[in-house]
Every structure is written in C-alpha cells, then in structure tokens.
C-alpha cells in the first residue's frame, strides 16, 4: 500500500485503574519512572498522572489513569490496558487516508491531546460504515514534532 504517512514508533500506553495513587506507586515507586505531570478531563472522564520512560524523542509516556466518574462512560480503567498510542509524522494525511479506507475513528476528530499533541483515536470497534477498527484495542494516533519524526523517521 502506498500510504501517505509513518507510524514511527510507540508514544505512550495508558493503563487505567480505580485508584490512580495504587498505579502511581508501581510505576513511579516501585519502577522507577519519572513523574512529569497530571491532567484531567471532565469531557473524557480522566483524571491521570502522566509518568515517563527514557528521554529525548524516544521518550514514552506511562498515562496512569483513573474515572472521574465510575459510573459515567468512557470508562479508563476497563479495560485495564486502556489504549496504545503511536507517534504518527502527519496525523492529518493519516486520518484522510484511513477514513477513505474504511477506519471507524471515535467522535471528537482531532484534538489537542494531554501531552499537548494532536491526536485521535481509533475505535476499538468496526461497524457497518466503518468495518476498519483497532480490532479490540482503543488505538492513539499522535501527531510527532519534528525532533521524533527526525529521530524515528
């Protein structure tokens, strides 16, 4: 296939829990990742620690993530695993590309994203309209600055 843009390598992956403080001191206590900030979203139901591994461009981001909310929708922490995501070097090329071929995205479109990306999400599933899905797995495409596309690109 002659794609018109890159995935170039994982970004982050966000796991999601009750008790963010419970996944806090396993990741950050217990295996040592940095702690560079939080966030919270009321639209997405999220209130998460954003937690790091490694530096520069191939840096990637531990989203450790909790419900506002449990009893609202989305819910982050089912599936524990919440969603991957992957850095991509021209997410609107990427997002024309594969609605064309059939991609389900899930409402929103693209948005600025915690990390202060651009990003967008792939349905875990298919439907009539768009039978193309993350086949079961909530996947983040991430557009990647211009440092990560020249490092991974």
């Known amino acids: 296939m002659n794609r018109p843009f890159r995935i170039l390598g994982l970004q982050q992956i966000a796991i999601g829990g009750p008790d963010r403080m419970k996944l806090r001191h396993l990741w950050v206590d217990v295996f040592g990742l940095g702690l560079e900030g939080d966030f919270t979203?009321?639209?997405?139901?999220?209130?998460?620690?954003?937690?790091v591994l490694g530096t520069g461009p191939t840096r990637v981001e531990v989203d450790l993530m909790q419900p506002l909310d449990p009893s609202k929708k989305p819910r982050v922490d089912e599936p524990a695993l919440n969603h991957v995501g992957l850095w991509v070097d021209d997410l609107p090329k990427a997002v024309e590309?594969?609605?064309?071929?059939?991609?389900?995205f899930t409402p929103g479109g693209i948005r600025r994203g915690a990390a202060g990306f651009d990003i967008v999400f792939i349905h875990p599933k298919g439907n009539e309209q768009f039978p193309l899905?993350?086949?079961?797995?909530?996947?983040?495409?991430?557009q990647a600055p211009p440092e990560v596309v020249a490092a991974l690109g």
């Open 41 to 51: 979203s009321e639209r997405e139901n999220v209130v998460e620690d954003i937690a």
């Open 133 to 142: 899905c993350g086949e079961g797995v909530l996947i983040e495409l991430v």
């Open 97 to 104: 590309w594969m609605s064309a071929q059939g991609m389900r």
